[in-house]
């Protein structure tokens, strides 16, 4: 996520198509490298508790984005210290492609593909945004968000990062969960080194107003995170 917390800055699949007379371009995640069978059964499972998932367990003020949340959520990102770095937003940061935004995230959770979840004590700001991709027939999922800048550098986004992944590994049933980052974003590359991920070289990196870039590609298995100290086996 963006400084501390820019996991997940950069795409390596085209854009969606534009929706029509929408003038919004929004990226779509790749699926891992690694490829992954789920039974049927394990991928409904997913499905499931990607539905039903309690968002308290990744810790305080967590609630699912929604229509109300399009101008807070707006206001985060608008900063370039926290959008800048971060290629699937839906460009340009207007507060109707915001909404459009927090709908589809809406549209997936319903789908059980994944969730939008923004960090907002009452009456405060939006403090940041995770973006929960999943692929319940591959059992995987990929992570990316932000914070505010006046947080990064804090330990929030390393501390967030790993509770986060734990959570994923843990409540969403994957087995696999794939992270991206710049090239030129070196706190999220050390971040992501320290937490234990494995780097498998770069992704072409797509932004939706077509621009691209590389970026690292790192992946952990559910087992791998487990053996480490901060993922205890689940």
């Not at 937003?89 to 995230?105: D, H, K, S, Y």
């Not at 621009?211 to 952990?220: F, G, L, N, V």
Request: glycine share 12%; net charge neutral.
């Amino acid at each position: 996520m963006a400084g501390p917390f820019c996991i997940g800055g950069g795409r390596s699949s085209p854009p969606f198509p534009i929706e029509a007379g929408s003038g919004t371009l929004a990226a779509m995640s790749a699926p891992p490298k690694t490829f992954l069978e789920a039974t049927p059964e394990e991928e409904q499972a997913i499905r499931e508790a990607v539905r039903q998932a309690q968002l308290d367990g990744l810790g305080p003020f967590r609630v699912a984005g929604n229509a109300a949340h399009a101008a807070a959520l707006l206001d985060l990102l608008q900063d370039p210290a926290v959008s800048d770095p971060i290629y699937d937003l839906p460009r340009p940061l207007t507060l109707e492609n915001v909404a459009r935004w927090i709908r589809q995230g809406e549209d997936e959770r319903a789908r059980g593909e994944g969730l939008l979840v923004l960090t907002q004590p009452p009456g405060a700001l939006v403090m940041g945004y995770s973006k929960i991709t999943v692929w319940p027939d591959r059992a995987a999922a990929e992570l990316a968000g932000a914070l505010r800048a006046g947080l990064q550098g804090s330990g929030s986004g390393g501390a967030g990062a790993t509770q986060t992944i734990g959570w994923i590994f843990s409540e969403l049933k994957v087995r696999l969960v794939c992270l991206t980052a710049a090239l030129d974003n070196e706190r999220s590359t050390r971040l992501i080194d320290r937490m234990g991920f494995r780097r498998l070289g770069e992704r072409e990196a797509t932004r939706p107003d077509g621009t691209t870039r590389r970026s690292h590609y790192w992946e952990m298995t559910r087992e791998e995170w487990g053996r480490l100290p901060n993922g205890p086996a689940s």
